[in-house]
């Protein structure tokens, strides 16, 4: 099971690590639109990497026998499903004792992440195959048939092809039995902790019931993660309100914080005090509309948006300023890792790695030239952006696992204006205020961030706070102590100060 105390990291996994040269058949490193040798070998060799920067689940693209190439494009993604029941020969080491394709080659990753404590997320598709030719089309181990597919447009679903490819049917019986049936056997062969659904807008309604009677019903410690690439707060909602999803990739949030960090807009599009009924919502102010927004996994980029988060920094303030993106960078994190939600990161979004549509966001992973054969699998000194971005990363993850606030927490909105947000976060005693300045200059003199006088905190949080001493855990020298029903902070421009109760 995912829950909020995990960090999820994303990966394609043909694009972050190739453990193994013997299953390299037609990789081209030098070229974005082929395989580029990425594989589960890869992965294993890489868990002391996950385990340093403090990593606990691991979401991995499609593992399905795929249909290679298609006019000049390989489907290293993994979402050209040829075979929904074999893993693709592209992805393991060959093991004679094995069936070819078997689920056992992901079992036995799952069991070697699972020894090192790192959860499994798999991708499932069940909205399309993979592009029909005649050579995929006559395939002799196919088990879908061809009156399984949809032919025409109809309302919200696309009931035809997505982006060219054979849309499934799921308003037919036959279609939704194969795929939950399939699905528990992906679960039940290989103990996966999650699933990653692929488009589910995009699947007919019919497939959630049968969904979640036979996979949900026995299987609620796998964490189903919706992907609804929209910005619309109440059409994401809707699937863990009526389709029983546990959660959902936040992409709204995602947009504000990219309109706010890096394009300045009013921090108020985040949230507000609430302090009165008449004041416009910022987006945390809509939780309400989810079954439970504690369980939305937040990002800041992935591999179907049009550009990696360094990348849209660098294309708004110019590619020459990187001291003004790197600071900004760092305070999208501040909040990514502080705020309510479960914090996904996009391989090599710790090192700021940069790129644009699909495929350049999805280059393959630097190694050898930012870390090189370091030990401690950390970037090297000279790669001094990387390392800079990667020990702020894996400082916030050792400050949100060591505080609870940060994962169980209740948050409250105590301050925001333009440039401000300020909030709290309490649980059981444990608690952090995180205090963000998005302005590009440092304040010319202290903002007193009042608490007494907000009426939607409890009295037993104001209470322990009372005269008491903060301290930034960033910045261990930083102290300020609670006066006059508040808190008076001054900050450098594009900074954030984590505060923790002493």
């Not at 403090?54 to 593992?63: C, D, F, N």
């Not at 393991?92 to 078997?102: D, Q, T």
């Amino acid at each position: 099971m995912i829950e909020q105390n995990d960090i999820i990291y994303f990966m394609l996994t043909d694009r972050f690590c190739d453990g193994d040269s013997q299953n390299n058949s037609s990789v081209d490193k030098e070229n974005l639109y082929r395989y580029h040798g990425g594989d589960f070998a890869g992965i294993v060799k890489k868990i002391p990497y996950f385990t340093n920067l403090g990593i606990t689940a691991l979401w991995i693209t499609p593992v399905y026998l795929n249909i290679g190439n298609f006019y000049g494009t390989d489907s290293y993604h993994g979402y050209w499903a040829l075979d929904f029941e074999k893993v693709d020969s592209h992805l393991y080491s060959h093991n004679p004792e094995l069936v070819e394709g078997s689920k056992e080659y992901l079992k036995e990753l799952v069991n070697q992440l699972h020894q090192a404590g790192i959860k499994v997320i798999l991708d499932v598709v069940v909205n399309h195959t993979g592009y029909h030719n005649e050579k995929y089309f006559n395939y002799p181990d196919k088990k879908i048939k061809n009156e399984w597919f949809n032919q025409g447009l109809a309302g919200d679903e696309i009931e035809g092809c997505l982006a060219g490819l054979p849309d499934l049917d799921h308003d037919q019986p036959d279609v939704v039995d194969y795929f939950v049936n399939n699905i528990v056997d992906w679960i039940e062969e290989t103990r996966i902790d999650g699933i990653r659904m692929d488009t589910v807008k995009h699947v007919e309604k019919k497939f959630w019931y049968f969904f979640k009677s036979y996979v949900k019903g026995k299987h609620r410690n796998i964490t189903l993660i919706g992907e609804n690439l929209e910005y619309n707060v109440n059409n994401i909602a809707r699937y863990q309100k009526d389709y029983d999803f546990d959660s959902l990739f936040n992409f709204p949030l995602c947009r504000e914080i990219k309109k706010t960090f890096i394009y300045n807009e009013s921090m108020t599009q985040l949230a507000r005090p609430r302090l009165s009924n008449d004041e416009p919502q910022g987006i945390l102010d809509r939780d309400a509309c989810y079954t439970n927004a504690n369980r939305l996994v937040n990002l800041l980029d992935n591999h179907d948006l049009s550009k990696r988060f360094m990348t849209e920094i660098l294309d708004c303030y110019g590619h020459w300023d990187r001291w003004l993106a790197l600071k900004i960078f760092k305070l999208a994190l501040s909040f990514l890792f502080t705020g309510r939600g479960i914090p996904q990161v996009y391989y090599g979004t710790e090192i700021g790695l940069e790129g644009y549509a699909d495929p350049d966001n999805r280059r393959f992973m630097p190694w050898k030239k930012v870390f090189g054969e370091n030990p401690d699998f950390e970037p090297l000194n000279q790669c001094s952006e990387q390392r800079e971005i990667f020990l702020h990363t894996k400082q916030l993850i050792k400050i949100r696992k060591e505080n609870e606030a940060l994962t169980w927490g209740y948050l409250f909105t105590l301050y925001a204006d333009h440039f401000i947000y300020a909030f709290i976060r309490e649980y059981r005693g444990n608690i952090v205020i995180v205090v963000i300045n998005n302005g590009l200059r440092e304040m010319s003199y202290p903002l007193f961030i009042p608490i007494a006088v907000n009426g939607n905190i409890p009295f037993r949080i104001k209470e322990k706070i009372q005269s008491k001493k903060l301290i930034n855990l960033l910045n261990a020298s930083d102290e300020i102590k609670e006066e006059r029903g508040g808190l008076s902070v001054i900050l450098g421009g594009k900074t954030a100060k984590i505060y923790k109760l002493e």
